[in-house]
């Protein structure tokens, strides 16, 4: 009845004002609220909007043969986000050609399948506040001889056909590559120890 209540004034409320609907949220107890609330492209039990957001972030089979795993992990745990799923997998043309569908006209395009399926590929979604944009911006220009020094691509690559690390490119195409590559079981809602400080802002 009490959990029922606060959601009842919050929707009522807040309902135009994520902001204001997040930092609200994020003073009551989770379980008050019904416990570890949705990600983006999921809807909780109740009507409330999503107040987080995922992306597929992939390294390439040069990184995994280069022994980068760790760090491109490291980068996305030491920036706040939380890590939802994860798994190795030698990736199959099919995925690839769904994957890259825009992608499959383009020169390129028999070399990029080439190299994606030259080895295994680590698969990650990563979860947080902007997580899309600020992966893309963690990760850097897809030629890495333009990608700044910081960014993934630009600490660790030269050429745009070896660039180590894929990162969805929008809302849309992080849920679309999400649910190709993952299925829901794979995925976990779970709740930070440190979730007021690194999620909840
Ligand atoms: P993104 O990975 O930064 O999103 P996209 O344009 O979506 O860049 O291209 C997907 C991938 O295709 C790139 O990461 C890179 O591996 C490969 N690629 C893109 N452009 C070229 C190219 O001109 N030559 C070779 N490979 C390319
Ligand atoms: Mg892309």
């Given amino acids: 009845m009490q959990r029922y209540t606060i959601r009842r ?3 009522q409320t807040y309902l135009s004002d994520q902001q204001t609907h997040r930092c609200l949220l994020s003073a009551f107890p989770s379980a008050l609220l019904g416990g570890p609330r ?5 809807r909780s039990k109740s009507s409330l909007p999503d107040v987080r957001e995922r992306t597929l972030i992939a390294v390439k089979p040069d990184g995994v043969q280069r022994r980068l795993v760790g760090q491109v992990i490291q980068r996305f745990e030491q920036r706040g986000f939380k890590l939802v799923g ?3 997998l030698q990736v199959s043309e099919d995925l690839l050609s769904q994957h890259y569908c825009e992608l499959r006209t383009k020169p390129f395009y028999p070399r990029l399948l080439h190299y994606m399926t030259s080895g295994p590929v ?3 979604v990563w979860e947080g506040h902007k997580v899309v944009q600020a992966s893309r911006a963690m990760v850097g220009h897809t030629n890495p001889a333009e990608a ?3 960014t993934v691509r630009g600490d660790f690559s030269f050429h745009v056909s070896r660039n180590v690390v894929h990162a969805s490119d929008s809302l849309e195409g992080a849920q679309r590559e999400i649910q190709l590559w ?3 079981k794979e995925l976990l809602n779970w709740d930070c120890c440190d979730q007021s400080s690194t999620c909840d802002v």
Avoid: D
């Fill in 182 to 184: 993952f299925k829901g």
């Fill in 86 to 88: 994860l798994k190795m």
């Fill in 9 to 11: 004034i919050l929707q």
């Fill in 38 to 42: 949705a990600a983006a492209g999921q």
């Fill in 148 to 150: 700044q020094a910081g």
């Fill in 122 to 124: 680590v698969a990650m």
